[in-house]
């Protein structure tokens, strides 16, 4: 069937737009998920806060979610998202992760003004970069 600009306007045929909805992968709920989850809340937002404290930042929320992609993230509303895996990491890790997500309150992209902030809070950070990609999200 050929469809015209005339059968369109007509109204005899109608172009139906449907939501293209992205599925979520849902993480199975362990016993050691748990324990990390409850872990994670209770140490990471007072570690978050005490390293915003310390170098000026301000934050709306933090939240503890288990990601499969990714250790962190900020948004424009300045809120703040944790992975529950960060757990699993050497504390310097940890920090590095949230002392980048910070420099996001300031910078929301990977540029220079960001890397240099970056550097002035957390020295060596290219070397924690590359020592977090040793480790893996579960």
């Not at 050497?90 to 902030?117: I, T």
């Amino acid at each position: 069937m050929r469809i015209t600009l005339v059968d369109i306007l007509s109204g005899r045929v109608r172009i139906v737009r449907r939501k293209v909805r992205r599925v979520r992968r849902s993480l199975p709920e362990t016993e050691e998920v748990k324990e990390l989850r409850r872990q994670a809340k209770e140490y990471l937002p007072l570690r978050l806060k005490a390293l915003a404290d310390k170098y000026g930042f301000e934050y709306n929320s933090v939240r503890i979610k288990h990601n499969v992609s990714n250790w962190g993230s900020c948004s424009i509303k300045k809120n703040i998202n944790l992975n529950l895996n960060l757990m699993r990491l050497p504390e310097d890790l940890r920090d590095y992760v949230m002392l980048h997500e910070l420099c996001h309150l300031r910078h929301m992209d990977h540029g220079q003004e960001f890397h240099a902030l970056l550097e002035s809070v957390c020295p060596g950070h290219r070397e924690c970069r590359k020592r977090l990609r040793e480790y893996r999200l579960i």
